[in-house]
């Protein structure tokens, strides 16, 4: 059974970089032809796709998000992780990272870790 | 950019009620690659309807999509109790998988 596991800092400074990863366990990232993406969620408001890498490399950002996002694979570890610079306070938000439920396509996500609280304060 | 909006923003039911749900999308959403989740407090969102219509796995059957193009709709044909959560829609198959605002079902 595939499971995802979010970590990372919960404190994040203003202006500074966030910096979160994603260990995949029960399948191997490289070994399949999936997407893998990172989805937040500010307290009290609704989901917003952040972005997705595929097993190839490729990235696909929320364009209101592109300037400061980038995802990453490493396949060594079978994890893949989120970096958003310049963080402000509206960056706050449960951050999760999730997996579609086919090959090949870039959603629906099927399988989704538990979310990480990332707060943005001084 | 697909904008996917939601309607109404919350709906007050009463368990065995009809609920219906609304996702409307900017521009037409290729081959139906609409989802619904549900979602509950603290816990990550559940994958409920794929392809605008299709169930996922161990979805009951009182869960019913539909809709094609830019309007698209949740049924949940009668309320149970655990069904009170908050819905959201998402398009994918574009590379940029946007969700909707969500839709919160409560308790009237």
């Known amino acids: 059974q595939l499971q995802l596991q979010e970590s990372g800092p919960g404190l994040v400074k203003p202006s500074e970089t966030l910096s979160l990863t994603c260990t995949v366990s029960g399948g191997s990232i490289s070994s399949s032809s999936y997407y893998w993406g990172w989805i937040r969620q500010p307290p009290g408001k609704g989901l917003e796709w952040i972005g997705s890498i595929y097993y190839s490399g490729s990235t696909y950002y929320n364009p209101s998000l592109k300037s400061r996002v980038t995802i990453s694979v490493d396949t060594s570890k079978n994890q893949f992780s989120l970096k958003l610079s310049s963080v402000t306070a509206a960056d706050t938000a449960v951050y999760y990272c999730?997996?579609?439920?086919?090959?090949?396509?870039?959603?629906?996500?099927?399988?989704w870790g538990q979310g990480t609280l990332v707060t943005v304060s001084s | 950019e697909i904008v996917l909006t939601q309607s109404p923003g919350t709906l007050s039911l009463s368990p065995g009620e009809r609920a219906t749900l609304s996702c409307r999308a900017s521009?037409?959403?290729?081959?139906?690659?609409l989802a619904w989740y549900q979602q509950k407090p603290g816990q990550a969102p559940r994958l409920l309807i794929y392809g605008a219509s299709s169930r996922a796995t161990g979805i009951p059957d009182r869960f019913s999509g539909s809709g094609s193009g830019t309007d698209f709709t949740l049924t949940i044909s009668r309320l149970e109790p655990e069904d009170f959560a908050v819905y959201y829609c998402q398009q994918y198959g574009s590379s940029t998988g946007t969700f909707g605002q969500g839709t919160k079902v409560e308790i009237k």
């Open positions: 521009q037409s959403v290729s081959s139906s690659y």
């Open positions: 999730a997996r579609p439920a086919w090959q090949w396509l870039d959603g629906p996500f099927d399988y």
